[in-house]
């Protein structure tokens, strides 16, 4: 039985107007009756890819109470799926998690599993957890440990059954179904970009962050055209933006980006951060102005690169 905490997701209208409240903490439910990722637009022949691995609002009773779901819901980017939703309406494909950020985190391999949480499961590629060694031993590895306030989400270690089937289940199916969109893509463009959407606090280590920050490794997982493209666009935006500092891009970039996954594929891949200050009142409710700006922003943004890889 799902326990609904709160109301279905919104969206934006059909005619993408008007913007309606993103409020409370999510769903409670067994881990198997999490629905899959949403795949939306699977036949677009768009050259530009969307995915927010961090949207999703569901939570698993194997993991979690009613009365844990505040400290989970931290993990939770919000708005972002309401912005990957939209920009699907123009024609892009985009893939939308249900499962949430608490439970497993999509950008992070499945390696980068965290010892004081569950003991190490054997997925043939520990010999490369060493890049995300800073990120697990913070507590955010696959399997999250800590809340956003770095809070511990769990009083004890998980079951290792409990890990397989979460990985099984919702991380490796995330990335079959991105790995497919990808395929999907190239069979119709020369090249291709994956923009991976997050949402990121105000605020690094004492100084204020720009309202969209474009991570591409320092230039390693985008061409200088695409780079000109998006500093073009944005130095008429109206926004302030900057690129790779602090966040330079995540497992998602780097993987697809590097062409580490699909073959054959002339992949692109670009992180992009949005502010949360644009998306949230001081009250941490819905800023409707300022996510359907940042939306309008980004369209007119995948347009222009669109006709560019086009």
């Known amino acids: 039985m799902i326990q609904h905490m709160r109301t279905v997701p919104d969206t934006l209208s059909a005619d993408n107007t008007e913007l309606a409240p993103h409020a409370g903490t999510g769903y409670l439910c067994p881990l198997a009756q999490i629905p899959p990722a949403q795949f939306l637009n699977p036949s677009s022949a768009s050259a530009i890819l969307f995915s927010a691995p961090h949207a999703g609002r569901y939570y698993a009773t194997e993991m979690f109470a009613a009365d844990q779901l505040a400290a989970a819901s931290t993990l939770e980017e919000k708005g972002t799926d309401v912005i990957v939703q939209t920009l699907s309406e123009h024609g892009y494909p985009a893939l939308i998690p249900n499962i949430s950020r608490a439970v497993v985190d999509l950008n992070r391999p499945s390696f980068a599993q965290d010892s004081k949480l569950h003991n190490i499961l054997d997925t043939g590629d520990s010999g490369k957890a060493s890049l995300y060694k800073s990120y697990i031993s913070a507590g955010y590895g696959v399997i999250p440990r800590l809340d956003a306030q770095r809070r511990p989400l769990h ?59 474009f991570g591409n490794l320092h230039g390693v997982t985008c061409s200088q055209q695409t780079v000109n493209k998006i500093e073009q666009y944005m130095s008429q935006s109206g926004l302030s933006w900057a690129c790779n500092t602090p966040y330079a891009g995540g497992y998602i970039t780097r993987h697809y980006g590097l062409n580490s996954a699909i073959e054959d594929c002339h992949v692109q891949a670009v992180q992009i951060e949005i502010n949360r200050a644009m998306l949230e009142t001081q009250h941490r409710q819905t800023d409707m102005d300022g996510l359907k700006q940042i939306t309008e922003q980004l369209a007119g943004l995948s347009q222009t690169l669109a006709d560019s890889l086009g």
């Not at 979460?166 to 994956?194: E, K, R």
């Not at 991976?196 to 720009?210: C, E």
């Open 155 to 213: 009083k004890g270690m998980l079951e290792s059954a409990l890990v397989t089937d979460i990985l099984a289940l919702h991380h490796t199916p995330y990335h079959q179904s991105l790995t497919g969109m990808i395929h999907h893509a190239s069979s119709h463009n020369s090249q291709i970009l994956l923009c991976d959407i997050h949402s990121m606090p105000d605020d690094h280590s004492n100084r204020h962050l720009p309202d969209i920050l």
